[in-house]
């Protein structure tokens, strides 16, 4: 295919997300650093050393090559007031499809986390029912369960951007506090009715086992529906980051109400008013009042790769890839610019549009060596529309820091440097 014949879609070199599926690496002036084969030149390709002995055998569990160990989870400085607290950030801009590894899932503890031995733990589900139930780990697993994939996202992701001046990040830095995953486990329903709730109860309280205690009240409308008490995540145990042996899943919601480590399910008429539904997460708004509960996570969307102090080596064609999700729906659309929102481009969405699932999109682009400021917008299924950073701070303020789903820029200079700007 000749660089004449990719047909530009939106300002500033995009180009029709069909000619992802034909784009080979030569011809298009891509930036790739394969070298053509001279017609014998098989010949002389030399034996690496790994071809010619057999390595170590099968093992009882599995590591990465020890050449991909650059992709870390980044976590922010121990603070020794805190003990345990803190937050570890996926590394978004090294990650593909829309699947998140387990040992690369972010994390967020406010105490720690807890060593829980399962056959010591117990889930007590009590208050306004008619018989109130203790599980053990055993007993949960002999449920009928169910697997879903679902993003999760903490409501203080991307929170910096609400700030006045731009932090100089990255797509893991910035905006890391969010993974996909396989979740596995019993519907919350299947148990609340085996325990038979009572009519004048309104909501669920749930409560953890670590030091912190963190409780987390839910509608019982919203209970019943799509909540979960995972046991398995992509196929193993929950690890212990994120909730061993057993977490409370809320699909499409902030994060932190998603309690890990579930110890109780406390039934009442009222929410419990518990810390992180108080003097945290919740959103105070320009006219100093608070929304007290905020559910549905934004929909929103950031380019992955090239993304923040990445660098363009070359003019080119190039892949611009990233993440969209919606706690309201599955991602139907994303376009791009490259010309800070000026012009658009519908990118590909390369997974399945599943509801409340992280979704990776692709569009070709060419980078002449011009300015450019790169943009992603999602739409999903209820029409909702990702907003811009200014219609976003014009309308929530930034008293508080959650919740932030507006556009991300990224601007790429002349010499192919990558910064988060505000555009
Ligand atoms: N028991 C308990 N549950 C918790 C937390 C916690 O500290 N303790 N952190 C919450 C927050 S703020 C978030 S964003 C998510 C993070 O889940 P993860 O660590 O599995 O990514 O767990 C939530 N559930
Ligand atoms: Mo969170």
Redesign the pocket.
């Known amino acids: 295919m000749s660089k004449q014949e990719l047909e530009k879609v939106a300002g500033n070199g995009l180009i029709n997300r069909r000619h992802l599926l034909g784009l080979g690496l030569a011809g298009v002036g891509v930036a790739a650093s394969s070298t053509l084969l001279g017609a014998d030149a098989g010949m002389n390709l030399e034996i690496p050393s790994w071809s010619k002995q057999p390595g170590p055998g099968a093992s009882g569990y599995g590591s990465r090559s020890k050449f991909a160990n650059d992709m870390q989870r980044l976590s922010g400085n121990p603070n020794p007031l805190y003990p345990g ?1 803190g ?1 570890s950030r996926s590394p978004l801009h090294q990650l593909q499809g829309s699947i998140t590894p387990n040992s690369l ?7 720690g986390i807890p060593d829980i031995d399962p056959s010591q733990h117990k889930l007590v589900i009590h208050g306004l029912v008619r018989q109130p139930l203790v599980f053990s780990y055993e007993d949960l697993l002999r449920y009928p369960m169910i697997s879903k994939i679902y993003f ?6 991307s929170g910096t951007l609400f700030g006045p001046n731009p932090a100089d990040g990255t797509a893991q830095s910035i905006h890391g ?1 969010v ?1 996909g995953a396989e979740w596995t486990g019993i519907p919350l329903s299947t148990l609340l009715d085996e325990a038979g709730v009572e009519p004048e109860a309104q909501w669920i309280n749930a ?4 030091a ?3 409780g ?1 009240s839910i509608p019982l409308n919203r209970a019943m529906d799509d909540v979960m008490i995972a046991l398995f995540q992509n196929g193993e145990p ?2 212990p ?3 061993y042996p057993m ?2 899943f809320v699909p499409g919601c ?9 110890t109780q399910i406390k039934l009442s008429t009222e929410p419990g008013h518990f810390r ?1 539904e108080t003097s945290k ?1 919740t959103d105070t708004r320009l006219d100093r009042k608070s929304l007290q509960f905020t559910y549905p996570m934004g929909t929103k969307s950031v380019i992955t790769s090239p993304s923040g102090k990445m660098k363009l080596e070359r003019q080119g064609v190039y892949q611009v890839s990233g993440i969209a999700w919606s706690g309201r729906g599955s991602i139907r659309r994303v376009e791009v610019s490259a010309d800070g929102g000026r012009s658009w481009a519908d990118a590909m969405i390369q997974s399945h549009q599943s509801e409340k699932a992280l979704a990776r999109f692709r569009i070709p682009w060419e980078w002449s060596g011009g300015n450019a400021i790169l943009q992603s917008r999602a739409t999903d299924s209820q029409g909702n529309v990702q907003p811009t950073r200014t219609s976003l701070v014009t309308e929530k303020g930034n008293i508080s820091t959650y919740h932030f789903h507006g556009i991300q820029s990224w601007a790429v200079n002349t010499a192919g440097d990558i910064a988060n700007v505000y555009a």
């Not at 899932?105 to 105490?111: C, D, L, Q, V, W």
């Not at 999760?152 to 992701?157: K, P, Q």
């Open positions: 607290g937050a899932h972010f994390e967020r503890h406010h105490a999760l996202e903490c409501s203080g992701n506090l993974s409560v953890g086992a670590d912190a205690s963190m987390r929950v690890r980051e994120q909730g977490r409370l902030e994060g932190n109400i998603s309690v890990k480590w579930l992180d997460y």
